[in-house]
């Protein structure tokens, strides 16, 4: 039902035809994406949907229909007609693409992502690029942060209900499992991603049996061990108490209102002392990373959390901003460094790399500087390690390897973010850390700025 | 690719289950999905996305392949292979849906959409309803905002790179041009909903060429005085100075960073003086509802507003906690209020009905009773005017009417949106607008509450 082709903005089609129309369809040019600055309540991001958005690269082509509506565009209708007769029906993204790895952890400016291609192919793609990794992005930056408060509790998503609709719900789930969540309650994102998916049961189940103990017993008929109690539709420590009288033995309860702290001990105590020891308690409702870090602190006796809109939404900082802006373009056989220079969101010209600079395990600071400045590896002399965190994944529009795995990525991502030091991953008041540019890097934006362009 | 049946939480999956198993697949049951409380900036919601939820439910079905998967799954493993072998394979939504029309105005806790429906399928479209109509009343509430303020001036939404996936971006285009905006940049969704798309350049069409006067003058070659040119990729003033003195005459100009107020003036001025008294000017760069109404109350002269993530993610307010609540069930032939009493999350028992009262065109007041109450009729009597704002609009699982176009419904919106009071309206602190619970109500909820249920 929906054409991707035309899920863009309407500039990005006129930008094509008009590039076309000015014979720059062969011209190569290199964007890149990324944030301006770090949102606040984030001391990093994570790198996210990386896999969509190669999939929208690899998959985006012009349907009959697709031109046939293009046609009668108000805003096309002084376009050569060649545009739609023989430039879109061949229209295939046939360019390359740098990334940094989904699951990184990554600090503005840093580009997530650097596309050369041919300039109308390029700036066809910007619209689905930044809106399938800003989104991701978003939630597995807010996602880490959960994971952190809950210091190694699990952490499940449950926050299709709240998604930007059906598609984000699955894209979220996957993005929160990327950076550490252990499972989702999204059915279609578990069959998609491989992920685990978790459940639990709802006030309806309770209130549709005509009493509460009543409710349990049913569900613990068809479920047995795997059965999560919930708790709090008429009163949590009643429910908890009608569990223990009637020796019913629920894998856990939930607790979804009230004071879940106060609660949860009292609950633990109900539980223990009828020998539900096994029972785990399980908490909901509201939740985000400060309300899970203040029951840790406090040493609420809780074993997992389940989160939804702070995650599906990534509610607190629910867009990144992320921009995408030519770097580069071939004037005359050469590529040309292109900057903007609007007043606070100047871009910074030439295509670019970053190293991540590492002492004994521990990032130290990160180095933007131009791709094709003095390697990488003259640097590892200098440092403990070095390592630069964009690498190609797609050749003339072909991805270069298989797509990983969503476990692969998870673990990909523990490990990248147990290299940043504490300070920076903490919630409160956390470090910044350093990022600089290059001095090749810096000789660019002094030469583009002094020759006026 | 993406499984409608299986996007959900896996709870409504093993609810369903258990329902079955228990033998209340027939029983029929009454759920409501309702917001529990504004969010902070806002004094009204606008309803939206019944098309899309409507569009679920018409065809929710289990395919052989999700069923497959379905019996894959841990959670599931002792339900009944009846289930699977029976119930799914043949399962549709066969329910009774009433809702509120899209584009009018609520307020919680008013029921924006009651489900009746066998037990296990009005449980099975809880997540589907609660992420289609959360996302798009979302969107609307802040568009409705945002074009209160443009006061009269287009506003026009840019928000698909910043929205959560690509389908999102779709969705929130067509709740926030129902809510008033002028068109979208977003090509499919004015495909798709019939919405006028509209579109300007990027500052990399200006950096992509030798000069910006060749950038300027390629596009006005090919797109005439649709063009809108972007003046701020070096300098705005300089850049308008350039086009006067060059004898273009674009359609617009666009301004997108700066102080935008201040430049606005300077290049009016610029252009004037140029003769240039039709080319409009467009403002665009992190716009909501505040800054737009600080440029209009400063009399910027102002034609447009390009506005992205304040509406594409309703970045203020991502999620509205929207609930789908079991309200009422048959027991023993006889249907039931029932009654959730969790501390601040209680739920109101029984099938409901909103009048709105209106006096003299205005919005007086809502009234939340029992929709089978003393009926609306009997109360118009009493006051000037009364309507009740949810009909039917599904029954036996088929729509009872075609689906209204966007315009319609966005006509709609504007004659509704114009019956609230001013004060309800206004940005700054806004009147609180009054909502009643009805006597039949009130006496079922001391019912409930005294029966202990």
Same mark, same amino acid.
């Given at each position: 039902? $929906?054409? &991707?082709?035309?899920?863009?903005?309407?500039?990005?089609?006129?930008?094509?035809?008009?590039?076309?129309?000015?014979?720059?369809?062969?011209?190569?040019?290199?964007?890149?994406?990324?944030?301006?600055?770090?949102p606040?309540?984030?001391?990093?991001?994570?790198?996210?949907?990386?896999?969509?958005?190669?999939d929208?690269?690899?998959?985006?082509?012009?349907?009959?229909?697709?031109?046939?509506?293009?046609?009668?565009?108000?805003a096309l =209708?002084?376009?050569?007609?060649?545009?739609?007769?023989?430039?879109?029906?061949?229209?295939?993204?046939?360019?390359?693409?740098?990334?940094?790895?989904?699951?990184?952890?990554?600090?503005?400016?840093?580009?997530?992502?650097?596309?050369?291609?041919?300039?109308?192919?390029?700036?066809?793609?910007?619209?689905?690029?930044?809106a399938?990794?800003?989104?991701?992005t978003?939630?597995?930056?807010?996602?880490?942060?959960?994971?952190?408060?809950?210091?190694?509790?699990?952490?499940? =998503?449950? /926050?299709?209900?709240? +998604?930007?609709?059906?598609?984000?719900?699955?894209?979220?789930?996957?993005?929160?499992?990327?950076?550490?969540?252990?499972?989702?309650? $999204?059915? =279609?994102? %578990?069959?998609?991603?491989?992920?685990?998916?978790?459940?639990?049961?709802?006030?309806?189940?309770?209130?549709?049996?005509?009493?509460?103990?009543?409710?349990?017993?049913?569900?613990?008929?068809?479920?047995?061990?795997?059965?999560?109690?919930?708790?709090?539709?008429?009163?949590?420590?009643?429910?908890?108490?009608?569990i223990?009288?009637?020796?019913?033995?629920?894998?856990?309860?939930?607790?979804?209102?009230?004071?879940?702290?106060? &609660?949860?001990?009292?609950?633990?105590?109900? &539980?223990?002392?009828? %020998?539900?020891?096994?029972?785990?308690?399980?908490?909901?409702?509201?939740?985000?990373?400060?309300?899970?870090?203040?029951?840790?602190?406090?040493?609420?006796?809780?074993?997992?959390? %389940?989160?939804?809109?702070?995650?599906?939404?990534?509610?607190?900082?629910?867009?990144?901003?992320?921009?995408?802006?030519l770097?580069?373009?071939?004037?005359?056989?050469?590529?040309?460094?292109?900057?903007?220079?609007?007043?606070?969101?100047?871009?910074?010209? /030439?295509?670019?790399?970053?190293?991540?600079?590492?002492?004994?395990?521990?990032?130290?600071?990160?180095?933007?500087?131009?791709?094709?400045?003095?390697?990488?590896?003259?640097?590892?002399?200098?440092?403990?390690?070095?390592?630069?965190?964009?690498?190609?994944?797609?050749?003339?529009?072909?991805?270069?390897?298989?797509s990983?795995?969503?476990?692969?990525?998870?673990?990909?991502?523990?490990?990248?973010?147990?290299?940043?030091?504490?300070?920076?991953?903490?919630?409160?008041?956390?470090?910044?850390?350093?990022?600089?540019?290059?001095?090749?890097?810096?000789?660019?934006?002094?030469? +583009?700025?002094?020759?006026?362009?």
């Open positions: 039902m $929906n054409s &991707l082709a035309l899920s863009t903005d309407l500039y990005e089609l006129t930008m094509a035809a008009g590039y076309y129309t000015a014979g720059l369809t062969a011209t190569r040019a290199t964007f890149e994406l990324y944030v301006r600055a770090l606040a309540h984030r001391s990093y991001l994570v790198a996210a949907g990386l896999e969509q958005a190669l929208c690269l690899e998959h985006l082509r012009f349907s009959r229909d697709d031109i046939d509506h293009l046609r009668t565009l108000p =209708e002084r376009v050569r007609r060649d545009f739609f007769d023989e430039y879109l029906p061949q229209f295939r993204f046939t360019g390359e693409v740098w990334a940094v790895d989904e699951g990184t952890p990554v600090f503005p400016p840093e580009p997530l992502l650097r596309v050369t291609a041919p300039l109308p192919e390029a700036q066809l793609v910007e619209t689905v690029l930044l399938q990794v800003g989104f991701q978003s939630v597995a930056s807010r996602a880490a942060r959960v994971v952190e408060a809950a210091a190694g509790r699990a952490v499940v =998503e449950f /926050g299709a209900r709240r +998604a930007h609709g059906i598609e984000a719900g699955v894209l979220a789930a996957r993005a929160s499992v990327l950076a550490g969540c252990e499972s989702t309650s $999204n059915v =279609e994102a %578990g069959r998609r991603f491989g992920i685990p998916v978790s459940g639990t049961m709802a006030h309806s189940w309770v209130t549709a049996f005509p009493s509460e103990l009543a409710a349990f017993r049913q569900y613990m008929d068809v479920f047995g061990d795997r059965t999560v109690i919930l708790l709090d539709t008429y009163d949590t420590l009643a429910a908890a108490r009608e223990a009288a009637a020796g019913l033995t629920p894998g856990a309860v939930r607790l979804d209102s009230g004071d879940v702290a106060a &609660l949860s001990r009292s609950v633990r105590v109900i &539980l223990d002392g009828a %020998g539900l020891r096994d029972t785990k308690i399980f908490v909901s409702g509201d939740l985000d990373e400060w309300r899970i870090a203040a029951m840790v602190e406090a040493g609420a006796p809780v074993d997992g959390f %389940g989160v939804g809109a702070a995650l599906s939404t990534a509610s607190d900082a629910p867009s990144l901003g992320a921009i995408y802006k770097v580069e373009i071939d004037r005359g056989g050469a590529a040309a460094p292109v900057m903007k220079r609007s007043p606070g969101k100047e871009t910074c010209p /030439g295509r670019k790399q970053v190293w991540r600079i590492l002492d004994a395990g521990t990032a130290r600071e990160d180095v933007i500087d131009l791709a094709d400045s003095p390697p990488g590896l003259a640097r590892t002399d200098q440092f403990p390690a070095t390592r630069s965190l964009l690498r190609r994944v797609m050749r003339d529009g072909t991805r270069e390897c298989a990983p795995s969503l476990t692969e990525l998870r673990a990909r991502h523990r490990a990248a973010i147990a290299e940043l030091p504490s300070s920076v991953r903490r919630l409160h008041d956390p470090g910044r850390y350093p990022v600089r540019l290059g001095s090749a890097l810096q000789a660019a934006i002094a030469r +583009a700025s002094a020759s006026g362009r």
